[in-house]
């Protein structure tokens, strides 16, 4: 069985999203249409598991896998490849990132004031 380490909230969890936001818009450059910080480390003084959920949005999820390689040179490796439902989940190797990728298009969530995640 696995153990779940659930810590304190953390401060650091938003620099740590930031900086991992800037990367990955550094690689995906015009591709990304926004990068959201998901998951409870998103809550303020909410407990929860010590890893960053990012949920960045792109344009189009069939040239992600052009950046494989880019995000390798960063730490991150290809995890789950969700065909069924258009995104992949990338794992920073030795840290404490989990990425998930959705394409929307930008001008369909701006004209419709779409969220690409739900909260409930």
Request: glycine share 4%; with cysteine.
């Amino acid at each position: 069985m696995r153990k779940v380490e659930v810590c304190s909230y953390n401060k650091k969890w938003i620099d740590m999203f930031i900086e991992e936001a800037e990367k990955l818009t550094i690689i995906f450059r015009n591709e990304i249409v926004d990068i959201y910080h998901i998951g409870s480390t998103s809550v303020p003084c909410l407990k929860a598991k010590p890893i960053i959920d990012i949920m960045p949005v792109v344009n189009d999820i069939n040239k992600v896998d052009k950046y494989n390689v880019e995000m390798q040179k960063i730490g991150y490796e290809l995890k789950v490849k969700m065909e069924y439902l258009e995104g992949d989940i990338f794992k920073k190797v030795g840290s404490i990132a989990l990425i998930t990728y959705i394409s929307i298009k930008a001008e369909v969530m701006k004209q419709n004031d779409i969220s690409p995640f739900v909260i409930i």
